[in-house]
């Protein structure tokens, strides 16, 4: 432990983000890193706990506790602190094959968990993380290393998202040959097109996507497997074939009106934008467009706010975002313990962004849409919402949302953008491998596998375990990985 009273005489301290009214201007990442001498002292901050919950990636109570890649996040802090960056910046590529993408969107359950947060404020983890990911790249030591020795064992990936990517990178550095088929036209899934460039900017992720290539890897797009890709073709020609493809079926929200003009899933919305912004820089006018508009974002989570900021920076008149659960509470609940995941209200960059912009939090609890009016061109131009309110169910023993009779009200939309999150795997793919699904519509594997029903067929990611964190998607492929290489060569030292 470099500074053993470090987290007594340093404060938390993050980087800085750029005003709401500036930052909306444009799609950029909107955070200037601290000082290396200030970085240093958060990386002093960190008590090298004896028992490091930061690193456990528990389930407790149904959610992460603590890295699900179980990071080596004290040894990488005290590096930080001692500059030894190089040695820190080994010991975390040990755990995490992308900390250039977790540094930017991963919420963080490290901090969550960490102790020093029991009683203050955690250690900025993600921060330091990603102080020492841009050094490596800064300084070289992120560049390409391809096997030395190639075991002439071909393998097919199915999808570029993190798990698929991440499996990928592992194979390939254990010298097997590695093709990743992407139904995109640029690598990354949801990466690329599921998260806004001021979150995620696109050229971080071309940026390991060319130092794989260096590497070996070989990356197909435009191949949408089970459509214009034949699967047996895939079959024939690799030794083992991983199935990465997410869980990318939205969940609908099936109401009268839904067939309205202007009603779209959020990863639609955001797929286009991002799309049009790197294809030309907005001019080719095929982005959905948010401008002049009164928006209503239809979820509560991540990609709710999302489409809230997304909507904000394209010139919305208004942005609405209905939760249908209740606001939270600012501070944890006696029932709800560090070092458990904090059940407590978050504002968002997009909801700061409505603050600033429309002078009140866009979110409204408690409500969801109970019809959508349309005009006589079959455009949306209203929606119904009604309250709901939480009562016990008897048959299934939960607590459920109920409507609120009469509290109907209208609200004027010529946007909808349903981000309530996803329902599972879409089934052409299943269906072109033969593999079989679950009853939550995963790809169903024995408890703890990754080897489908069909010979040399395996999955990862939220194909596997339905929708959840980029850093579980890279664990699973780290695993798959692990489980394809034992299969192919009769033991791993992945």
């Known amino acids: 432990m470099g500074k053993p009273t470090g987290f007594m005489e340093f404060e938390r301290k993050t980087n800085e983000a750029v005003a709401p009214a500036e930052r909306i201007k444009n799609f950029n990442e909107f955070h200037t890193p601290l000082s290396k001498e200030e970085r240093t002292k958060q990386g002093a901050r960190c008590m090298e706990c004896g028992v490091p919950f930061c690193q456990s990636g528990m389930m407790i109570g149904g959610m992460a506790s603590g890295c699900p890649l179980n990071n080596l996040i004290p040894e990488w802090n005290d590096l930080l602190y001692t500059e030894n960056l190089e040695q820190a910046f080994a010991r975390l590529k040990k755990t995490n094959n992308f900390p250039e993408f977790t540094s930017r969107v991963c919420p963080a359950p490290c901090e969550a968990a960490c102790t020093c947060g029991l009683n203050g404020d955690p250690i900025s983890i993600k921060e330091n993380e990603n102080y020492i990911i841009e050094y490596g790249y800064e300084n070289g030591l992120a560049a390409a290393k391809p096997p030395k020795v190639r075991t002439g064992k071909k393998i097919a990936v199915i999808g570029s998202g993190p798990s698929g ?36 900017e ?83 006018n095929q982005a959905i467009s948010a401008k002049d508009k009164n928006v209503l974002v239809i979820g509560g989570g991540d990609t709710g706010n999302d489409c809230v900021g997304t909507s904000i920076r394209q010139g919305a008149k208004s942005v609405i975002q209905l939760e249908m659960m209740p606001k ?23 909801q700061e962004e409505a603050i600033e912009v429309f002078g009140e939090d866009p979110r409204v609890y408690e409500t969801t849409v109970k019809e959508f009016v349309k005009d006589e061109k079959g455009n949306v131009i209203k ?56 009853q939550r519509t995963n790809v169903a594997t024995e408890p703890g596998k990754y080897m489908t029903n069909v010979e040399n067929v395996f999955v990862a990611g939220d194909m596997h375990r339905g929708q959840s964190l980029v850093v579980w998607a890279i664990r699973e492929g780290r695993e798959v990985a692990k489980a394809v290489d034992a299969k192919l060569i009769g033991y791993s030292n992945l």
């Not at 944890?332 to 960059?349: A, G, H, I, Q």
Request: charged share 25%.
């Open 165 to 200: 990517l991440a499996a990928a990178d592992q194979l390939n550095k254990r010298g097997h040959s590695v093709t990743v088929f992407e139904r995109s036209d640029r690598i990354g899934g949801l990466l690329m097109y599921g998260i806004p460039n001021m979150k995620l």
């Open 202 to 284: 696109k050229q971080v992720i071309d940026r390991k996507v060319k130092v794989m290539q260096e590497e070996g890897v070989t990356f197909i797009t435009n191949a949408n497997v089970g459509k214009n890709y034949k699967a047996d073709k895939i079959m024939s020609q690799f030794d083992s074939v991983i199935l990465a493809c997410g869980a990318s079926n939205p969940r609908n929200i099936q109401v009268p009106g839904r067939d309205a003009q202007g009603i779209y899933f959020a990863v639609d919305y955001l797929k286009s934008v991002t799309k049009s912004l790197l294809d030309s820089n907005f001019t080719d």
């Open 328 to 350: 939270l509470p600012t501070g944890r609940l006696d029932s709800n313990p560090w070092p458990e995941w904090p059940k407590v209200l978050k504002t968002d960059y997009g």
């Open 383 to 438: 929606a119904i919402t009604v309250k709901l309110s939480r009562k016990f169910d008897k048959e299934t023993g939960r607590m459920k949302m109920v409507e609120v009779k009469g509290s109907e009200q209208e609200l004027d939309v010529d946007l909808v953008l349903i981000a309530a999150g996803f329902l599972g795997t879409e089934g052409y793919v299943a269906k072109a491998f033969g593999v079989e699904l679950n």
